[in-house]
């Protein structure tokens, strides 16, 4: 029987169809909204592989075949962004008069959607501590509960969820989950492996890998991936021709661009750990990390991101010094690029206590780990020698 190919030889070669194509590996870039027919009889037939731009093309087919053959889903549906992933995958699957629960932790953005946007469309919006064991959950879930939805590790604060307990309640009580898989990727954590139906990923971040695309992902299998393909159809969700060819050129590198910002952000996080600052280090990869052991079952590695905290005694100008002139670390949001970064947490929590202290989180990207290292070690002199 022939072996499934590992992911790492899936990323590189999903997609590909070079004998349509003039033995090219790569596939073109359609710009297109117009499809023509040769005739009234032939448009009358709608019976056609692409029928118009907005509904795809053969670029857009190579892509999504591919992040799909990557999560081992039905299908994975492109969108305009990483939000867009998250409105998609929820809205492709919730009514009105449901309510659907979200962690407390949940990315900022998604958490205003929750807020702001579900309420309008009639489904109320439940917000649960990430760590709450499955049966303190099930305490917070009425028949009106349609989705669980779960992001690990948390956005910021970087919590990891016992997805094993979650999936099997709601498995039990006949509702959905949904997963932001951005920080796992579908190389680091098995999300169809684990029972997910709706799998999110910010495209945007480490599979475009550079910087330069905003893109999400909806992968789901069965019934529920043809849910997720209605919506976005329905919606007129559709992405433009170049960003679908870039972030499958992306795709191509995913393997190696995430285990050399693995490789940096442990490094990163072991030297940050060791500073008198910190009084908090979250990165769920260290044994250090209070749900560790969870991690350690659930995901086979750790991408580049994290944060730690800072003693809130130190002045807001002292953690600014260490943050404003580093070299190769832009202050920026998002992550997932060719280039590290460093950003100032912000976060809201309304059933969990906010923790204390300066959160800072940081991407560590492709770069040469002593020059980040060195870049860091300077910031943390420049924090200790502020007046
Ligand atoms: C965990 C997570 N999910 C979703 C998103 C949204 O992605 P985008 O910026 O492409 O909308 C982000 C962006 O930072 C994120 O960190």
């Known amino acids: 029987m022939k072996k499934t190919p590992?992911?790492?030889?899936?990323?590189?070669?999903?997609?590909?169809?070079?004998?349509?194509?003039?033995?090219?590996?790569?596939?073109?870039v359609y710009?297109?909204?117009?499809?023509?027919?040769?005739s009234f009889a032939e448009e009358r037939k709608k019976?056609?592989?692409?029928?118009?731009?907005?509904m795809g093309t053969p670029t857009t087919v190579a892509l999504e075949s591919s992040v799909a053959a990557l999560y081992g889903a039905d299908d994975a549906v492109a969108v305009p962004s990483g939000l867009a992933s998250v409105t998609t995958g929820v809205m492709a699957v919730v009514r009105s008069g449901d309510n659907v629960?979200?962690?407390?932790?949940?990315?900022g953005s998604a958490r205003r959607f929750a807020e702001v946007v579900l309420p309008a469309a009639g489904v109320t919006p439940l917000f649960y501590d990430p760590l709450a064991t499955a049966d303190e959950l099930e305490a917070q879930m009425d028949d009106n509960t349609s989705l669980i939805y779960i992001e690990t590790p948390?956005?910021?604060?970087?919590?990891v969820q016992d997805t094993r307990a979650i999936v099997d309640l709601a498995r039990r009580k006949g509702c959905l989950t949904a997963c932001d898989n951005t920080w796992g990727t579908p190389l680091y954590f098995d999300a169809v492996g684990h029972g997910i139906d709706v799998i999110i990923e910010a495209g945007t971040k480490y599979i475009s890998g550079h910087s330069d695309v905003s893109i999400g992902f909806v992968a789901a299998v069965g019934e529920t991936a043809k849910k997720v393909r209605a919506y976005a159809i329905n919606m007129g969700l559709c992405v433009a021709p170049d960003d679908h060819y870039l972030a499958?050129?992306?795709?191509?590198t995913l393997p190696l661009r995430l285990r050399q910002s693995e490789q940096n952000g442990l490094a990163l996080a072991r030297w940050i750990e060791q500073q008198p600052e910190i009084i908090g280090m979250r990165h769920p990869g260290l044994p250090s990390h209070p749900q560790h052991a969870l991690w350690q079952r659930d995901f086979t590695g750790s991408c580049g991101l994290f944060s730690f905290m800072l003693d809130p005694a130190i002045p807001v100008a002292a953690v600014d010094a260490m943050a404003d002139h580093m070299e190769f670390f832009g202050i920026g949001a998002s992550w997932g690029g060719h280039e590290s970064?460093?950003?100032?947490?912000?976060?809201k929590r309304t059933v969990t206590p906010e923790p204390e202290g300066h959160l800072v989180?940081?991407?560590?990207?492709?770069?040469?780990?002593?020059?980040?290292?060195?870049?860091?070690?300077?910031?943390?002199e420049r924090m200790r020698n502020h007046r």
């Open 154 to 159: 948390g956005s910021q604060t970087f919590e």
């Open 6 to 28: 590992s992911k790492h030889t899936i990323a590189v070669h999903a997609g590909m169809k070079p004998d349509e194509n003039h033995g090219i590996p790569n596939p073109p």
């Open 101 to 107: 629960l979200f962690p407390d932790s949940l990315y």
């Open 31 to 38: 710009h297109v909204s117009t499809i023509l027919r040769g």
């Open 248 to 252: 499958l050129r992306g795709m191509r």
């Open 361 to 380: 989180r940081i991407y560590a990207g492709l770069e040469d780990q002593a020059d980040l290292l060195r870049d860091i070690e300077a910031g943390f």
């Open 341 to 347: 970064l460093i950003h100032e947490g912000h976060y």
């Open 47 to 54: 019976q056609f592989q692409y029928d118009y731009g907005r």
